[in-house]
Nanobody, 130 residues
Framework: QLRLVESGGGLVQPGGSLRLSCTAS????????IAWFRQAPGKDREGVSC????????NYADSVKGRFTVSRDNIKNTVTLQMNSLKPEDTAVYYC???????????????????????WGQGIRVTVSS
Protein backbone atom coordinates (compact mmCIF):
# COMPACT_ATOMS: atom_id res chain seq x y z
CA GLN A 1 0.00 0.00 0.00
CA LEU A 2 1.29 3.45 -0.96
CA ARG A 3 0.63 5.93 1.80
CA LEU A 4 1.46 9.50 2.72
CA VAL A 5 0.92 10.86 6.21
CA GLU A 6 1.11 14.53 7.16
CA SER A 7 2.11 15.73 10.60
CA GLY A 8 3.03 18.94 12.39
CA GLY A 9 -0.13 20.97 12.02
CA GLY A 10 -1.93 22.87 14.72
CA LEU A 11 -2.82 26.33 15.96
CA VAL A 12 -0.43 29.24 15.62
CA GLN A 13 -0.72 33.00 15.98
CA PRO A 14 -0.30 35.31 12.99
CA GLY A 15 3.38 35.82 12.29
CA GLY A 16 4.28 32.47 13.77
CA SER A 17 5.75 29.38 12.18
CA LEU A 18 4.87 25.74 11.68
CA ARG A 19 6.68 22.88 10.05
CA LEU A 20 4.66 20.22 8.27
CA SER A 21 6.10 16.82 7.47
CA CYS A 22 5.01 14.31 4.86
CA THR A 23 6.19 10.76 5.45
CA ALA A 24 5.86 7.96 2.92
CA SER A 25 5.09 4.31 3.50
CA UNK A 26 5.46 1.68 0.81
CA UNK A 27 7.59 3.76 -1.51
CA UNK A 28 10.61 6.03 -1.52
CA UNK A 29 9.84 9.73 -1.74
CA UNK A 30 13.20 10.55 -3.25
CA UNK A 31 12.07 9.09 -6.57
CA UNK A 32 8.82 11.04 -6.71
CA UNK A 33 7.74 14.56 -7.39
CA ILE A 34 6.05 15.84 -4.23
CA ALA A 35 3.57 18.66 -3.85
CA TRP A 36 1.73 20.43 -1.07
CA PHE A 37 -1.85 21.56 -1.50
CA ARG A 38 -4.26 23.23 0.85
CA GLN A 39 -8.00 23.64 1.10
CA ALA A 40 -9.63 26.35 3.16
CA PRO A 41 -13.21 25.93 4.38
CA GLY A 42 -15.64 26.42 1.53
CA LYS A 43 -12.88 26.80 -1.06
CA ASP A 44 -11.29 24.62 -3.69
CA ARG A 45 -8.02 22.86 -3.13
CA GLU A 46 -5.07 24.94 -4.32
CA GLY A 47 -1.44 24.20 -5.03
CA VAL A 48 1.08 25.54 -2.53
CA SER A 49 4.47 24.12 -3.45
CA CYS A 50 6.19 21.26 -5.21
CA UNK A 51 9.66 19.74 -5.41
CA UNK A 52 11.21 17.50 -8.02
CA UNK A 53 12.77 14.13 -7.30
CA UNK A 54 16.06 14.09 -5.39
CA UNK A 55 15.58 17.62 -4.08
CA UNK A 56 15.44 19.14 -7.52
CA UNK A 57 13.59 22.18 -8.74
CA UNK A 58 10.93 23.58 -6.46
CA ASN A 59 8.11 26.07 -7.00
CA TYR A 60 5.69 28.03 -4.87
CA ALA A 61 2.39 29.76 -5.20
CA ASP A 62 2.71 33.53 -5.22
CA SER A 63 0.71 33.71 -2.01
CA VAL A 64 3.37 31.81 -0.05
CA LYS A 65 6.55 32.68 -1.92
CA GLY A 66 9.20 33.99 0.44
CA ARG A 67 7.40 32.58 3.48
CA PHE A 68 7.22 28.84 2.81
CA THR A 69 10.08 26.48 1.99
CA VAL A 70 9.81 22.88 0.82
CA SER A 71 12.68 20.47 1.35
CA ARG A 72 13.52 16.78 1.49
CA ASP A 73 15.08 14.51 4.06
CA ASN A 74 15.73 11.39 2.05
CA ILE A 75 17.15 9.48 5.01
CA LYS A 76 13.88 9.91 6.89
CA ASN A 77 11.83 9.44 3.71
CA THR A 78 10.06 12.73 4.36
CA VAL A 79 9.32 16.03 2.71
CA THR A 80 8.80 19.09 4.87
CA LEU A 81 7.04 22.39 4.41
CA GLN A 82 8.45 25.10 6.62
CA MET A 83 5.85 27.85 7.00
CA ASN A 84 6.96 31.20 8.38
CA SER A 85 5.21 34.53 8.82
CA LEU A 86 1.88 32.79 8.82
CA LYS A 87 -1.27 34.74 8.04
CA PRO A 88 -4.90 34.02 8.87
CA GLU A 89 -5.52 33.30 5.19
CA ASP A 90 -3.08 30.38 5.46
CA THR A 91 -5.67 28.57 7.57
CA ALA A 92 -6.55 25.38 5.73
CA VAL A 93 -6.22 21.64 5.63
CA TYR A 94 -2.84 20.90 4.08
CA TYR A 95 -2.21 17.84 1.93
CA CYS A 96 0.93 16.31 0.54
CA UNK A 97 0.78 14.40 -2.71
CA UNK A 98 3.16 12.41 -4.88
CA UNK A 99 3.56 11.26 -8.46
CA UNK A 100 6.25 9.41 -10.35
CA UNK A 101 7.94 12.03 -12.52
CA UNK A 102 8.19 11.87 -16.26
CA UNK A 103 11.69 12.14 -17.74
CA UNK A 104 10.77 15.38 -19.48
CA UNK A 105 9.27 17.90 -19.06
CA UNK A 106 9.49 18.21 -15.27
CA UNK A 107 6.21 18.06 -13.41
CA UNK A 108 7.24 20.69 -10.89
CA UNK A 109 7.76 23.45 -13.43
CA UNK A 110 5.32 25.81 -11.77
CA UNK A 111 2.57 25.87 -9.20
CA UNK A 112 1.46 22.25 -8.64
CA UNK A 113 -1.62 21.08 -10.51
CA UNK A 114 -3.90 18.77 -8.57
CA UNK A 115 -4.71 16.37 -11.40
CA UNK A 116 -1.08 15.39 -11.89
CA UNK A 117 -0.71 13.82 -8.45
CA UNK A 118 -1.97 10.31 -7.73
CA UNK A 119 -0.92 9.49 -4.16
CA TRP A 120 -2.45 11.66 -1.47
CA GLY A 121 -2.26 12.04 2.26
CA GLN A 122 -5.35 12.52 4.40
CA GLY A 123 -4.56 16.14 5.21
CA ILE A 124 -3.67 18.01 8.37
CA ARG A 125 -5.21 21.14 9.84
CA VAL A 126 -3.37 24.43 10.13
CA THR A 127 -5.13 27.25 11.93
CA VAL A 128 -3.64 30.74 12.08
CA SER A 129 -5.54 32.87 14.54
CA SER A 130 -4.98 35.33 17.34
Amino acid sequence: QLRLVESGGGLVQPGGSLRLSCTASGFTLAYYTIAWFRQAPGKDREGVSCIQQWSGMSNYADSVKGRFTVSRDNIKNTVTLQMNSLKPEDTAVYYCAAVQPTPYPPICAGVPIEGRYHIWGQGIRVTVSS
